[in-house]
Nanobody, 124 residues
Framework: QVQLVESGGGLVQPGGSLRLSCAAS????????IAWFRQAPGKEREQISC??????SLFYLDSVKGRFTISRDYAKMYLQMNSLRPEDTAVYYC???????????????????WGQGTQVTVSS
């Protein structure tokens, strides 16, 4: 079965860290562009980071630059989140796009494989 399965969300205090993981089954993740999105209550889903297959030209949303890091290996993708803030509270989604394009797509419509979402809550 082709799927992405997320883990690693939870409750963390402001300033804390979390590492989200997303395991791919049924396909090789290193042949895909990957991305992390999030959706906060009452807001639209937004892309916070993406990585093309070549792993060049990474994208980070301005509000997470210097705090979040996207990475992957053959079977998993990761989002390391440091210095978390209350405004980072959201449901986080991993996604994969089967493309060799040198730049990862910013729009979610290009991503055809999605994780189930994991809740991240930043609160004291």
């Amino acid at each position: 079965q082709v799927q992405l399965v997320e883990s690693g969300g939870g409750l963390v205090q402001p300033g804390g860290s979390l590492r989200l993981s997303c395991a791919a089954s049924g396909f090789a993740l290193d042949a895909y562009a990957i991305a992390w999105f999030r959706q906060a209550p009452g807001k639209e889903r937004e892309q916070i980071s993406c990585m093309p297959m070549s792993e060049d030209s990474l994208f980070y949303l301005d509000s997470v630059k210097g705090r979040f890091t996207i990475s992957r290996d053959y079977a998993k993708m990761y989002l390391q989140m440091n210095s978390l803030r209350p405004e980072d509270t959201a449901v986080y989604y991993c996604a994969a796009d089967e493309t060799v394009a040198p730049i990862c797509a910013r729009s979610e419509e290009f991503y055809d494989r999605w994780g189930q979402g994991t809740q991240v809550t930043v609160s004291s």
